[in-house]
């Protein structure tokens, strides 16, 4: 099994959550977005994660630690298990054993998916899910629905606070030109944006991001860097992405996955030297 150099293994271990913090109560109460307890510390904490199915480890010992704000990348040849990562943030995949915390009391492997979803972590899937027949600010309405249903979402009135917050989130994904217009009239890369800022009606402190760019222009993937650069900071995002070149362009911290564990984590720069990397992964994108 492949195992990351020995300095980060022993960084890892001497920040984990247990021992900085000590056996603090887990909770799995939703809090209110914005209200988050990071203890200034981490905002997820994945120790020792194992997932199996049917015998087969997607997941192996995973440990990885996002920081608030910080915008991560992780890369890795298929079956790595970055898709199986994700759910296990998102309570779609319960592992078999080890640590997942969003902030410093709140036990994601004890939570379900919804309870998840309202604590602060909001994900994008690679295929645009938008409602093709309903304008793009109708999009956003329905990305508030609650249990009552989409209906009910677009027939509540919307409050002038709420309609700010929706003008300014399509602002911020370069869709508020784009308002009034059908969504299933938008672009590919429009609604990759759309749906994004559908994720961002939750307020999410954490954005997980799968594969943003595949079949978009090169503009719209200049855009969606910058998109995505720009979100970092007030949101910490996790993007999943094989295009290395876009990779490259937004990356700060570097995650490596290889058969259900982390191969290596750093800067782009010594990750694309990793002699290991290069063999399991970059031979072929570099
Ligand atoms: N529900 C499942 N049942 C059985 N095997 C699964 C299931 N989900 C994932 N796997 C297996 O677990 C491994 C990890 O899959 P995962 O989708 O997490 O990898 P990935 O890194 O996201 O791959 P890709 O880059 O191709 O999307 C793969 O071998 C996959 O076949």
Same mark, same amino acid.
């Given at each position: 099994m492949s195992r990351p150099d020995s300095f980060a293994a022993n960084l890892r271990e001497t920040f984990r959550r247990d021992q900085v913090f000590g056996p603090l109560r887990p909770g799995t109460r939703p809090v209110s /977005? #914005?209200?988050?307890? !990071?203890g200034g510390k981490h905002i997820l904490y994945m120790e020792d994660v194992t997932v199996s199915f049917d015998g087969f480890k997607a997941l192996n010992d995973l440990t990885l630690y996002i920081e608030p704000g910080e915008l991560r990348c992780i890369i890795g040849p298929n079956g790595a298990g970055k898709s199986t990562m994700m759910d296990v943030i998102t309570g779609k995949t319960r592992p078999d054993t080890g640590v997942c915390y969003? #902030?410093? !009391?709140?036990?994601l492997t004890a939570m379900s998916e919804t309870d998840i979803a309202t604590a602060g972590i909001g994900r994008k899937f690679q295929k645009p899910t938008v409602f093709p027949e309903h304008t793009a600010l109708e999009n956003l309405e329905l990305a508030t629905a609650? /249990?009552?249903g989409t209906w009910h979402a677009l027939l509540k009135p919307v409050t002038g606070e709420q309609r700010d917050w929706m003008a300014s989130t399509l602002d911020t994904v370069g869709l508020l030109g784009e $308002?009034? $217009?059908?969504?299933?009239?938008?672009?590919h890369g429009q609604k990759q944006w759309l749906e994004i800022a559908m994720v961002l009606m939750q307020k999410p402190e954490l954005l997980l991001v799968d594969e /943003?760019?595949?079949?978009?222009?090169r503009q719209e993937v200049e855009r969606t860097a910058e998109l995505l650069q720009g979100l970092a900071g007030e949101h910490s995002v996790m993007v999943v992405e094989h295009d290395m070149e876009f990779i490259r362009s937004i990356a700060n911290t570097v995650t490596v996955l290889h058969q259900g564990s982390v191969l290596a984590e750093s800067s782009m720069q010594q990750v694309q030297n990793d002699p290991r990397v290069i063999e399991v992964y970059l031979g072929e994108s570099v």
């Open positions: /977005p #914005g209200h988050l307890d !990071t969003f #902030g410093q !009391t709140l036990d609650g /249990p009552k $308002r009034d $217009r059908l969504a299933g009239a938008l672009s /943003p760019i595949a079949g978009m222009t």
